[in-house]
């Protein structure tokens, strides 16, 4: 069935370090993709979005590309900050049925 | 802030009692869903709703009953709680499902005991 697979966490960097969370997605058709992010004790928020292949969605410095080759949509930033800390989820979009499917999560941990 | 509320935000109940979670929006958005996060599980769907008494299974619907007769509010019941259904519930809105943000709740903390 339709899923979204992320790296488990936690994922733990200094601050300034480089982060890649992995992401990878199964579904029939061309699905939306997001990355939302949830900071402690609350909802979660969207951080960027990619509605079609080769598509960049940018927020706050982090960055994902959509590739359907490899079905995929890395999240990146450059240089992580404390304040960075928070859960982030991969998800995808189904345009046949508007189902929103979430990867399970991980948890980026930065220390300063 | 998009206006979602969920009602109640914590809950202690026990085992066998039915239980009613309350979404209610001022966005007139279409879509609503229940979602349910618990550790090394993410957000698994439970139902979502495309209209005003239109729902659909997510991928843990056992156990679980949704109901939307008015836009503004989606209603998930547990009609017999059982210790498995301890978690955080968050509902979650969005215009048009497929390509726009969703916007969730605050959540809720249901504990079955």
């Known amino acids: 069935g339709d899923s979204v697979t992320q790296m488990e966490g936690p994922v733990t960097l200094s601050e300034e370090a480089f982060l890649t969370i992995n992401c990878t997605y199964t579904?029939?058709?061309?699905?939306?993709l997001f990355w939302y992010v949830q900071y402690p004790g609350e909802g979660l928020q969207l951080l960027l979005k990619a509605t079609k292949a080769d598509d960049k969605g940018s927020n706050k410095g982090f960055e994902a590309t959509y590739r359907k080759e490899t079905t995929s949509f890395h999240l990146e930033k450059g240089s992580v900050q404390v304040s960075d800390s928070a859960v982030y989820f991969c998800a995808l979009v189904l345009s046949a049925t508007n189902k929103l499917i979430f990867g399970t999560g991980t948890l980026l941990a930065v220390q300063p | 802030d998009a206006g979602i509320t969920q009602s109640p935000r914590h809950k202690v109940t026990e085992t066998g009692t039915p239980v009613t979670l309350r979404c209610h929006q001022t966005?007139?958005?279409?879509?609503m869903y229940w979602y349910r996060q618990d550790p090394g599980h993410g957000l698994r769907l439970i139902h979502y709703s495309y209209g005003v008494k239109d729902t659909d299974k997510g991928e843990v619907s056992d156990g679980y009953s949704v109901s939307r007769s008015k836009t503004e509010d989606f209603l998930l019941t547990l009609e017999s709680a059982t210790s498995s259904q301890t978690s955080v519930y968050f509902c979650?809105?969005?215009?048009?499902?497929?390509?726009?943000?969703?916007?969730f709740g605050q959540g809720t903390r249901l504990t079955v005991v």
């Open positions: 579904a029939t058709g061309y699905p939306s």
């Open positions: 979650a809105i969005s215009v048009t499902g497929a390509d726009t943000e969703a916007f």
């Open positions: 966005e007139n958005h279409r879509y």
